[in-house]
């Protein structure tokens, strides 16, 4: 049997180093790959995020996105992290004409006018349905964010947070995982959900 790899897609976004340096706690071996051939081993997929929607259009550009649909499809689990959970979606007000991978059609947008954005700092985790993620922790876990666009609630939401409303923090549809906060920076919680990451079976 083959040791099992997590790799890392590297699109130069600045939270690879402690992204990695966090699933290296979970019990990751990792592999960081800017190429979609770099996926063809892998036994987990991760794609950190920060910064702004329109970077993420060199995944599309560089063959990583219809990679990432075959692996995924082929059973492997995949972890999108802030921006990565938004790019599963169709696109995003904060740039137009930047596309999603579209696993979900629902176009992300910015926080409401009067709410102070971008969200900073501590929020809770409202449970909303089954999660493997989620396994084992304490309702309403605190958890790390910083972001000024958001997903709303979808039939895929396992977890929302309110602030200026209600929005997605965890996601779940089949394999697909994604998580709007920011679990290298969220303490014992973020790497218990990495922990239960690792443990997500591959088909």
């Known amino acids: 049997m083959k040791p099992e790899k997590t790799v890392v897609i590297d699109y130069k976004t600045g939270n690879l180093n402690s992204v990695c340096k966090s699933l290296q706690a979970a019990g ?6 800017t190429e979609p051939e770099g996926l063809r081993n892998a036994s987990r997929i991760v794609l950190p995020g ?19 649909r075959r692996r995924v499809a082929d059973g492997i689990p995949f972890l999108g992290i802030c921006v990565g959970l938004q ?20 176009i992300c947008e910015r ?5 102070k954005s971008p969200h900073v700092g501590w929020n809770s985790l409202e449970v909303a349905g089954h999660s493997r ?4 922790l304490p309702a309403s876990s ?3 964010f910083t972001h000024s666009y958001r997903a709303g609630r979808v039939n895929a939401t396992t977890a929302v947070t309110n602030y200026g409303g209600e929005f997605s923090s965890v996601i779940e549809k089949d394999n697909w995982m994604a998580v709007q906060f920011h679990p290298e920076k ?5 790497l218990k959900i990495l922990e239960n990451f690792m443990r997500v079976s591959t088909c």
């Open 28 to 33: 990751a071996d990792l592999i960081v790959t």
């Open 50 to 68: 920060v910064g702004h929607f329109a970077s993420t259009e060199r995944l599309l550009s560089s063959g990583i996105g219809d990679a990432l």
């Open 87 to 106: 790019w599963l979606f169709a696109g995003s007000t904060e740039a137009p004409d930047t596309p999603g991978l579209g696993i979900f059609p629902e």
């Open 111 to 115: 926080f409401p006018s009067g709410i």
């Open 133 to 136: 993620l989620l396994d084992g």
């Open 142 to 144: 605190y958890v790390y």
């Open 186 to 190: 969220s303490g014992a919680v973020g």
